[in-house]
């Protein structure tokens, strides 16, 4: 499968909106989306979320924004990276 475009926001003017995708060669969805501000990446990034896990953004990640009313095109975008198979629970990767 290739990157199929699945939608990007509508409320978004002169180009540069928040995008979503699905790779199928990498089971992959793929977010175009807002960086966020420096308090934002702070709070994001000095927080423990998951107990022992290491804080921080690591170099290799990226954070992005995207609004709210985009949320029916990431569930369009997840329903057909399932209904394609994309999805695998992690116990059996």
Do not use: Y
Not at 34 to 58: F, Q, R, Y
């Amino acid at each position: 499968m290739d990157l199929q475009f699945f939608g990007m926001d509508p409320d978004t003017p002169n180009g540069g909106s928040p995008t979503v995708w699905v790779e199928g060669d990498t089971a992959e969805i793929v977010v175009q989306g807002w960086l966020p501000d420096a308090e934002m990446h702070s709070k994001i990034s000095g927080t423990e979320w998951v107990e022992g896990h290491p804080t921080g953004v690591p170099d290799h990640e990226g954070v992005v924004r995207i609004p709210a009313r985009m949320i029916p095109i990431l569930r369009k975008a997840c329903d057909a990276a399932e209904r394609a198979g994309l999805h695998r629970p992690a116990e059996e990767r």
